[in-house]
């Protein structure tokens, strides 16, 4: 077994890239999923030939204001299930996907408005609805620690926190 052997490809030429795949003996589907990079999502598919194991990790970027790409599904089946995971995710449109139903999250009425939870945008509720220790100032007397945020917390998600 060795190790992916990477390929970055164009989003126009994915379809085409993981159309290769199988002739060349890359017929199962390992992972499928995607990176938020801000300004763009990586969409990586990591395909695995049976017979010896051999790995090929695919990749590609598409623009997070538009993020659509065309399914693999059609030409590598397993690909289906990882491809509704990343779409409802990250907000990714696979065009031609045969059931692009949400697969884990429950259907909510501001679902056209929310940002995916994977992408960098997404606020994280818990920890913001939740106290953090950093926040706590000190008891009286003692010089109060200057207040933090949670990781993955932006300040513009929590109103009154870095305002002085």
């Known amino acids: 077994m060795t190790t992916p052997g990477a390929r970055s490809v164009e989003r126009t030429d994915w379809a085409s890239a993981v159309a290769r795949l199988p002739a060349e003996g890359f017929t ?12 763009h ?21 598409v623009p997070a204001d538009q993020p659509e790409i065309t399914s693999a599904s059609a030409v590598l089946p397993g690909a289906a299930w990882h491809e509704r995971e990343t779409a409802e995710m990250f907000g990714i449109r696979f065009v031609g996907h045969p059931d692009p139903r949400p697969l884990l999250l429950r259907p909510t009425d501001e679902a ?3 940002v995916p939870p994977l992408r960098k945008a997404a606020a994280l509720e818990s920890r913001v609805e939740a106290t953090w220790p950093g926040a706590v100032t000190g008891e009286e ?11 993955g917390v932006r300040a513009e998600w929590m109103p009154g926190v870095g305002e002085r």
């Open 112 to 114: 056209s408005e929310a």
């Open 141 to 151: 007397g003692r010089r109060a620690r200057r207040p933090q945020l949670p990781p």
């Open 41 to 61: 999502l990586e969409v990586i598919a990591v395909v695995v030939k049976p017979e010896s194991g051999d790995r090929v990790l695919l990749r590609t970027s």
């Open 28 to 39: 199962m589907v390992d992972l499928l999923t995607a990176i938020d990079r801000t300004d």
